[in-house]
Structures are given as structure tokens and as C-alpha cells.
């Protein structure tokens, strides 16, 4: 674990409401332990994620949809990893809180499930596929942690306020912890990627601006950035045309934020032909026009507090 001290600014919440951790905790080796090992006692039963409720279909709806018809297109390929996302299996209550966003935040869920999709075709892309099935929880369970920032931030349309902002990064931390809750340390790979995939090869990432190292979460980032480009969100009115999306991505690759090796895995899939990634030539040249009216990243400064008449 890095040695980056790691402390709470906002409380972690089971799905029941219940609080796990209260802000101001720091979040120490031995606590995490501690944390795994009280459920560890206790496992919840494991099942499919893509069995689960209704989620088979409304992934085969969303890769028909937009940008993602072109990166789907291949049949064969599509059934092979349809079979491949079979075998991720998450316990009851990480399923339940899919449910949660089904419900409550349909952006979070679609989100959630096309970052599982992508990342597992640009690990099938990379020649990754893995035996071992931790890896793919990563995916789906990224964001997690969302389940402890209030709707009305996640759902918001106007730009986000500094406060906003810090209680909508808590995501990451929160779902660091709450996946060492549900799957105790030998789901600490899941968990490191909860907490890293905001984190930037050049430091310039959150939570904690360290130089992401961990191959797994930049395979997440890659996914999580361009699904948040190409998919409808709420602060904006259009998505990013492909084009656009992949030239974003590719700039973040230029400015070190990010490795070539995914760029080149994501452009080489959006090639006509599909050329093994190693041979991919990314072109740095940038034609596409992110749509109008695109309010990611604006802050509205926080006011400061009135001054005290009385
Ligand atoms: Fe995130
Ligand atoms: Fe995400």
C-alpha cells in the first residue's frame, strides 16, 4: 500500500444507511485488516453480475446505442465476451447497490456497466484476458463509492460548487473502503482501483496526486474517461462525437497523463481495419469539436461565509 496518508474528509455508509467509518478517519493498513477481517466472518453469497436482474439486457440495448454500435459491431467478438463477463461474480449486497442506481441514477448504472464492457474488451484488445476473475470486478466496481455522495450532486445539471466537488471525489476513498468491507483483502485489487482510476501518471489526479503506477486502474481510467465522453450526462446536452473522444484521450496520452499502450489499444479498436494495438500509429493531429455547452470541470466557487452583524 502507498505510504500517502489517507484520511476521510466525508463519512463512509453502507448501502443500509449505516455508517462505516466517520470523516476524519484515516485509513491505515491495520484499520483496512481490521475492516476485512470483520466480514470475513460473515461472507455474502456470490452471484453473476450479467445474470443479475436486468442487467444482460440493458447492456446488450446499450451497445447498440450511439458511438457504441461501431465498437461493438463484431458479433463473434461480442459473444466471447458476453461469456467472459458471465464469470464476474459480485456478492448480494455490491449487486444491490447496482439496483440502487438503476433506480436513482440511471447514469451511474449505464456508466458502471459500459466501463465493465469496455474494459473488458480493450483487455480481450491488450491480449489480457486473465484467468483469475478479481481483475474484472475492478470494472464494475469502480465506482462504487458513489453510493456515499448525495443524488442531487450526481444528478446535477448546472456547474458543480468547490463543496460539491470535494463530497463527489469522497467516491473514490469511500469505495476503497467499502470494497475491502464486502470482499475483504483478497478483493484489494478492486479496492486500489476504486481509489486510483482519478489518479494521473503525472500526479495531476485525486485523491491523493500520486503517479499512477497500477496498470489495472489505467486500463479503468482510459474506459472511464471515454465512456463519461461518448455517453449522455447530465451537465451537457450532447455527448462527444467519437472522433472528438478519441483525440481527448489521445491529448491526455501527450500530456503524460495517461500511457500509450490503452490510447493505442482504443484507437486501434475505432480503426476500420482493427490493427494490433503495437502497430497503431495515433495521429496527433485534432479535428473534432467537443459539443457546446459542455459544463465538466467548471467549480463555482463556494461564498464566502456572510460576515457576522450580530
Ligand atoms: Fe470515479
Ligand atoms: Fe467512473
Known sequence: MNAT??????????????ELLPAGTCLSRRLLKEISSR????????????????????????????????VFRDRDECSDLFRRMEQDRLPLPL???????????????????MVFALSCLLDRRLGKFRAGIEENRAGPLHDVGKLCVPLDILRKSSPLRRTDRDVLEHHTLAGYTLLFHFLGEAGEPSANVARDHHERMDASGYPRGIRLRNRLAEVIA??????????????RKESYDNRTALEEITSMAEQGKIGWGIVRALVAHNRKDRPPPGLCKVSSEKRGTPPEGNLYGIIVEDRPAPPNTA
Open 5 to 18: 496518508p489517507m484520511t476521510l474528509r466525508y463519512p463512509v455508509f453502507l448501502p443500509d444507511g449505516r
Open 39 to 70: 466480514r470475513g466472518r460473515k461472507r455474502d453469497p456470490a452471484r453473476s453480475l450479467i445474470r443479475h436482474g436486468t442487467v444482460r439486457r440493458d447492456l446488450r440495448e446499450m451497445i447498440r446505442q450511439g458511438t457504441y454500435r461501431a
Open 95 to 113: 449487486l444491490e447497490s447496482l439496483d440502487y442506481f438503476h433506480r436513482k441514477d440511471p447514469y451511474t448504472y449505464r456508466h458502471t456497466l
Open 222 to 235: 482510459a474506459c472511464d474517461v471515454y465512456d463519461a465522453l461518448v455517453s449522455p450526462r447530465p451537465y
